[in-house]
């Protein structure tokens, strides 16, 4: 349960996880030589498709995880350029083609905020709101600068 949204200058992400039944905080997004990389779904997934991308992104060394049975991420890679690459069930990336991009099971509610002018920081929070499984704080990350991190108390 995510939502995680890019409004092309900041990428916001919600906290909650669920873990063994209990509720979570948790970091969803990263900041790694100069890329933005963010995942939604199983926490072990996205773990494993950071290392993938920081160890080159080779396709044939994509986690198994990503590509057989029903643990994968829905995975963003924004690039210092602002492009922006999306890996589902594969090892092989969609190249997104909006400034702005929403993943997660609050990506609806996101999407409709930013339609309205939302930053991605509003559309997470209003996503947190409204979308069940989401909340626990917001992180924020930027391109063009160091890493920020607002965490707000579980909502």
């Known amino acids: 349960m995510t939502v995680i949204a890019w409004d092309g200058h900041v990428l ?4 909650f996880a669920v873990q063994e039944g209990l509720c979570r905080v948790c970091t969803k997004i990263v900041k790694w ?20 991308f920081k160890a080159g992104a080779r396709p044939e060394d994509v986690p198994v995880s990503q590509t057989k049975g029903d643990d994968w ?17 594969s090892a092989h990336a969609m190249t997104v083609e909006e400034d702005q ?8 509610y996101a999407y409709g905020a930013m339609a309205a002018g939302a930053t991605a920081v ?3 929070e209003i996503a947190c709101r409204y979308a069940e499984g989401c909340g626990g704080g917001v992180d924020i990350l930027r391109l063009d600068r160091v890493t920020e991190k607002v965490t707000n108390a579980l909502t």
């Open 33 to 52: 030589d100069g890329h933005l990389l963010a995942g939604a779904g199983p926490l072990t997934s996205i773990l494993a498709m950071h290392a993938w």
């Open 12 to 15: 916001a992400a919600d906290k």
């Open 73 to 89: 991420c829905d995975y963003l890679v924004i690039f210092p350029d602002k492009s922006i690459q999306r890996f589902e069930n």
């Open 101 to 108: 991009i929403a993943i997660g099971n609050g990506a609806k």
């Open 122 to 124: 509003k559309a997470v």
